[in-house]
């Protein structure tokens, strides 16, 4: 299983960045970076939920709960394909999902 609290290298680059240009950036990369865990807490455990009831509906050979919930997981992967920009006084931090 991959290690959904995990960011990528840019993001901590970005967060680098960030943290050299002003004095307030202390309050802003940790408000950024508690932002960022969630935003991808959120993602990972609503792929994990969704692909969980996906194997259920397939263990009961439900093909209307399959078809629904892997539409759904499509519709989930493709709400965060281009990845969350977060934004915290005038800084923006991109985020990418896998």
Request: negative net charge; without cysteine.
């Amino acid at each position: 299983m991959e290690k959904p609290f995990r960011l990528d290298g840019d993001v901590y680059r970005q967060l680098s960045i960030i943290n050299r240009l002003e004095l307030r950036a202390d309050l802003t990369v940790q408000s950024l970076y508690a932002k960022a865990v969630l935003e991808h807490s959120l993602y990972h455990f609503r792929e994990q939920h969704l692909k969980e009831q996906i194997d259920q509906a397939l263990e009961q050979r439900d093909e209307q709960a399959f078809y629904s919930l892997t539409d759904a997981l499509n519709d989930h992967r493709d709400r965060y394909k281009g990845g969350r920009t977060l934004h915290e006084n005038g800084f923006r931090l991109h985020l990418t999902f896998q």
